[in-house]
């Protein structure tokens, strides 16, 4: 079956780092999708990755690694407003988006 | 700004009663989706539209149906909505059906059953 791991939920402070982490089993690959989600809103394009390796955009960044079925979203200098849910999705051989369940972040001052 | 547009944002029906949510879209893209998102869950497709051609995902109650009368509009029926039913459905958009075109989301609509 096809499957995206994140953790459910994850904690971080006002102006630090916070790394979300993201695995994927899925039949082939044709590139990744973070998206970001405040509560009860939709979700909104954060990055996309079809190639190894990180991508930064501002204060995020997203890595890749196809040969390890992982990327991460990574989040600097944390602000509040950086709370919201944060979505892995994958883009599998017949070019079928499956999506992650998100991870809820909260951040506290 | 182009963007996509749902009506209503919040929509409480009664058991059984059919109910009408739309979309629309001034990106002029292609595709339109419609997605069933329940609380802390990930987003679950139900069906997408390539212009013309629907394309109906397997699991997809047969209680839900879907219509585009043109490339701005689409609209999602629910024929007997049902308790199970009540959840946020996203609608979305992109240029291309490759998997790989970001996808546009509308604000949603709460569809609460009662």
């Known amino acids: 079956g096809q499957n995206i791991d994140q953790p459910t939920e994850m904690t971080a402070t006002e102006g630090a780092i916070v790394q979300i982490n993201c695995t994927y089993q899925t039949s082939g690959f044709n590139g990744l999708f973070w998206y970001q989600q405040h509560a009860g809103e939709a979700p909104t394009f954060l990055s996309y990755n079809v190639l190894d390796g990180l991508e930064e955009k501002g204060r995020f960044s997203s890595f890749l690694s196809r040969s390890k079925g992982y990327s991460y979203l990574l989040l600097k200098e944390l602000q509040m407003k950086d709370s919201a849910s944060y979505l892995c999705?994958?883009?599998?051989?017949?070019?079928?988006?499956?999506w992650g369940a998100g991870t809820k972040l909260i951040i506290k001052p | 700004d182009a963007m996509v547009i749902q009506n209503p944002r919040y929509q409480v029906t009664q058991f059984g009663k059919p109910v009408t949510l739309s979309c629309s879209q001034t990106l002029n893209h292609n595709v339109m989706y419609w997605y069933q998102q329940k609380s802390s869950q990930a987003p679950k497709l139900l069906f997408h539209?390539?212009?013309?051609?629907?394309?109906n995902e397997a699991d997809t109650p047969d209680n839900f149906q879907s219509r585009r009368p043109n490339t701005s509009f689409c609209f999602l029926d629910i024929r007997s909505p049902g308790l199970g039913d009540a959840a946020m459905y996203l609608c979305?958009?992109?240029?291309?059906?490759?998997?790989?075109?970001?996808?546009?989301f509308g604000p949603g609509t709460r569809l609460t059953v009662l």
């Open positions: 999705a994958v883009t599998d051989s017949n070019y079928q988006l499956i």
């Open positions: 979305a958009t992109s240029r291309g059906r490759g998997g790989t075109d970001t996808q546009y």
């Open positions: 539209y390539y212009d013309k051609d629907f394309n």
